[in-house]
């Protein structure tokens, strides 16, 4: 790990114009480039006190052994400079987008004498006309099989077009009206050029014309008794017609626009394009990136108009570019795409209207997507035992941990205190293994105590089932296999009741039924919701019972640290380590399942009365003693003569909920802390009581 000061350059080397730099390692390679508008203050920032950068700075700078830079003319000029040399040098620190994908495009081959109509991957060729990208293949060559009706441009390859031209008659494209035949001279290659021009207009979204003129012909036709010819005019406008409703349209003033989109969190971000021509979708891709550097969303989309756009010019560039936030500065980016269309381009976020409703949709594209790309990244096999093993070496564990309880705890201002424990084995989470806890020792706002009593109380349970069970001792860690399902299990000696070597609880304690025991399978590491405080208070309460074979780690959301007990530094893992996304998984798991438990806890709560006590008093006569008096207060101040005319309430029942009602203790009055007023006790919550006022911990 290098000291930046060894390599800062001295005061006033670094001039205050525009410019890029670069950051190499010690082997020469280029592991970062940036921009700025000022070299001089942007450079700065990075030879500050390491403890005041962004942990993926902190990373990249102590990682560098030397920094040069590039003064330019603009900001624009740098921009392009940025553009080229990250394509170039692909460095390490810098947002680099993959498409989760190999995108098929229509494309036609306009630089060829005879044009020619094909799918198209890959990189882009010069003199080629692009329409998408699409989802998929099948969907260009359905579109293409309903235009060849009234473009029949050439679709055919280099060696079948050469084939007929030999033999003099062509394929069974040009036999069933689908292709135009230049091959055998029906067409000239002037005429066909024409035609494929009038094919890449179509496909751009001038769709009306084209539309008219059919229509007008199908009219003369059949005003001059020429039916057949009207009839194959009407198909024509059929196929047309169909053509377009494969993509409907989005914004009817026939709008050509490109809506970014972008969904991340802590470690991943993708982005999602929708490409909009002549107000209908015409393709879609997306994009998939690790936050391998400190990234605002305006970055973020900055990085992908450069990838969109940098090697597009003319037309392939649109005149409006929607997106979810703007760069900073937005100025240089606006005018770059500018430059590359050759007139005016609008980048702007947009505020109302179909515009914005459109950009609602490429935006839970994008979650989808983000989402689908970490399904995919958890459920690889080698993935998840490479994660295991960075968490391992990280931690300094004599092996990997194939079961893996995290602990979380959530209260609303100190109310309502709860934990959660999530179980991971061998990367997956097993639910069924869940459990969740209410805080019993203390009443407030106490996390280490609150994560110290949980622990406690977890492997207590552990330490009963074990002395229940007789010695049961894990096995070696290097013995355990893994099951069809991934869970990990522990080899034993199975007797007559025991499960089969296939089972995937085979190993496992279990009750006489042949259920698991709760708590009775211990973990190799606990992860707790934090930072050091909690770590200890993890720590201390194992130490308590002796429990010395158990790893404790936390992990602290602000800055994504992991917490060692008795370590003054924490463990600061490479944004990129799958050991840490799992890690986060874990921990992300544990916070949603203990503030679903601590919302339940609550709600219950705010919607309890005094008659939840009544022995015999179910819902339907609470609710018509409720609807029958209008309010709990007018209740508790009936007598019982009164309460017995309720429909269903007899005179013991009657005083019964009088005696529940006189015992308990009148609430506070309800307080609308919009207005101030007191609000009737009614049995129910009012609004205001039953408003979050805080969030959730």
């Known amino acids: 790990m290098a000291d930046p000061s060894s390599y800062r350059p001295k005061p006033g080397q670094i001039p205050d114009s525009p410019g890029v730099y670069k950051f190499r390692d010690e082997h020469g390679r280029v592991i970062y480039v940036g921009k700025a508008k000022s070299l001089r203050q942007r450079l700065a920032n990075y030879f500050q006190d390491l403890a005041g950068l962004h942990p993926r700075t902190r990373t990249m700078v102590t990682t560098a052994a030397s920094v040069e830079w590039t003064v330019v003319t603009t900001e624009v000029e740098a921009l392009q400079l940025e553009y080229t040399w990250i394509k170039e040098f692909d460095p390490r620190f810098n947002v680099k987008y993959r498409d989760d994908k190999s995108y098929p495009y229509l494309a036609v081959t306009l630089n060829e004498e005879f044009p020619r109509v094909q799918v198209m991957r890959g990189a882009k060729k010069k003199g080629v006309r692009y329409f998408g990208p699409y989802g998929h293949a099948w969907a260009i060559r359905e579109t293409v099989d309903l235009l060849l009706r009234v473009f029949p441009v050439r679709t055919c390859s280099a060696g079948v077009f050469k084939r007929s031209a030999q033999i003099g008659r062509p394929c069974l494209l040009g036999y069933i009206g689908k292709c135009a035949a230049p091959c055998v001279g029906r067409i000239s290659a002037e005429e066909h050029h024409e035609l ?31 039916y057949e010819r009207a009839a194959r005019l009407r198909d024509d406008i059929g196929a047309l017609k169909r053509a377009m409703e494969k993509s409907a349209v989005v914004l009817a003033d026939a709008t ?40 605002t969303t305006g970055d973020l989309v900055e990085h992908a108009l450069q990838q969109l756009y940098g090697e597009e010019r003319g037309d392939a560039v649109p005149k409006e570019v929607l997106v979810p936030a703007l760069p900073e500065p937005v100025d240089p980016i606006a005018q770059w795409l500018t430059g590359r269309r050759g007139s005016q381009v609008s980048l702007r976020i947009p505020q109302r209207g179909d515009k914005k409703d459109l950009m ?75 459990r969740r806890f209410q805080i019993k020792t203390f009443q407030g706002q106490d996390d280490v105590r609150s994560m110290h009593e949980v622990i406690g109380r977890r492997f207590k349970r552990y330490l ?78 194992l130490d308590e019972l002796g429990i010395d074979d158990v790893a404790v780690c936390g992990l602290a959301k602000r800055l994504e640290e992991v917490w060692l007990p008795e370590d003054d530094d924490p463990v600061v893992l490479p944004r990129s380590s799958e050991g840490l996304y799992l890690l986060q998984r874990v921990r992300d798991e544990a916070h949603r399942f203990a503030i679903a438990y601590q919302r339940s806890k609550r709600t219950k709560r705010l919607k309890s009365s005094p008659l939840d006590a009544v022995a015999g008093l179910g819902d339907t006569r609470r609710q018509a003693l409720l609807k029958h008096f209008g309010s709990l207060k007018k209740l508790r101040a009936a007598t019982i003569d009164e309460i017995c005319e309720v429909p269903g309430v007899g005179r013991k029942t009657a005083e019964t909920v009088a005696a529940a009602l006189a015992g308990a203790a009148p609430s506070a009055p309800a307080v609308n802390t919009a207005t101030g007023e007191i609000i009737e006790d009614d049995g129910a919550p009012p609004a205001a009581l039953s408003a979050e006022r805080g969030q959730d911990q």
């Open 196 to 226: 494929a021009e009038e094919f890449c207009d179509f496909m751009a979204g001038r769709t009306g014309a084209y539309i008219r003129r059919l229509e007008r012909g199908m009219q003369e036709a059949a005003e001059e008794m020429e």
């Open 256 to 295: 050509d626009a490109d809506l970014i989109a972008v969904a991340e969190d802590e470690l991943e971000a993708a982005v999602q394009i929708f490409h909009v021509r002549g107000g209908r979708v015409r393709g879609q891709r997306g994009w998939v990136t690790d936050k391998v550097e400190a990234v």
């Open 360 to 434: 609602a949709t490429v935006a839970r594209n994008a979650q989808q997507a983000l989402a689908l790309h970490k399904t995919k990244r958890a459920s690889d096999l080698t993935t998840r035992s490479r994660a295991l093993e960075e968490i391992a070496e990280a931690l300094g564990l004599d092996s990997v941990p194939l079961r893996i309880e995290c602990f979380d705890i959530s209260h609303l201002q100190g109310d309502d205190v709860v934990a959660s424990m999530v179980v991971f084995e061998d990367g997956l989470a097993r639910k069924s293994e869940y």
């Open 464 to 541: 009963q089932e074990k002395q229940k069970a007789g010695e049961w001792t894990e096995e070696p860690a290097e013995d355990a296999r893994i099951d069809d399902n991934g869970a990990t299990a522990s080899p034993v000696a199975a007797g007559p009741d025991d499960p089969g070597p296939d089972d995937p609880m085979a190993g496992r304690p279990t009750d006489e039924d042949g259920r698991p025991k709760r708590f009775a399978y211990p973990p190799q590491l606990v992860v707790v919701d934090g930072g050091a405080p909690q770590v200890a208070a993890a720590r201390r309460a």
